[in-house]
């Protein structure tokens, strides 16, 4: 049996409990809680601990997908969830106000992962912001010297967020095929 682990993260709201939702085999296992403070006025419910899915690929093959909270004050729990990961899906929503920003800010706190482990982004809410493209987040990467592939994704949408997995699996082994 393979078993990988990938984990989800991003700022408070872009979707990481959706997409974890939208591609789990099983129901998943989530930790929102109500929001009593800022994130409310976004959404009425925030992750604390961590959202856990499971992908099973074919019969010896496993995916466990984790997600992390957003809210910084719950960041502990991001250097306990990256222990073992294969690889990180950095997800950034375009309706923030400097999606850019955060993309460097996640770089940075996963950036002992980040040395052995490959990241792929996926940028949500397009369809409510449609500035910066995708591809303002490739020509930034590439410019830090950074080969990273960018998708725009609805986190609601399991074809979307498969191909975030599909690219990551394909990051970790190029001979992968399907
Ligand atoms: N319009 C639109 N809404 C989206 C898109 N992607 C996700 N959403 C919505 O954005 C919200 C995301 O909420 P969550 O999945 O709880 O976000 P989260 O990243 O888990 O947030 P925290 O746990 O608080 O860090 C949901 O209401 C989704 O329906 C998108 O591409 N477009
Ligand atoms: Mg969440």
Redesign the pocket.
Known sequence: MIENKIIFT??????????IAALSDDPPIQT?AS?SDM?AVR?G???VAM?YGVIRLDENTKIHLY?T???ERFDFMWGILSKGSMGLIL?LDNTRANPLKDLQFFLDSFRDLLDDAPVVVGV?????QNQPGVEVYQQYLAKHGLNVPVFE????NEDDVKQLVMAMLYSIDPGLEG
């Open positions: 991003g700022p408070v709201g872009v979707g990481k409990t959706t997409a929102d929001a994130t959404k419910y925030t992750t959202d997600g909270p957003g809210q997800l949500t809410k397009l369809d409510l994704v609805d986190a609601r």
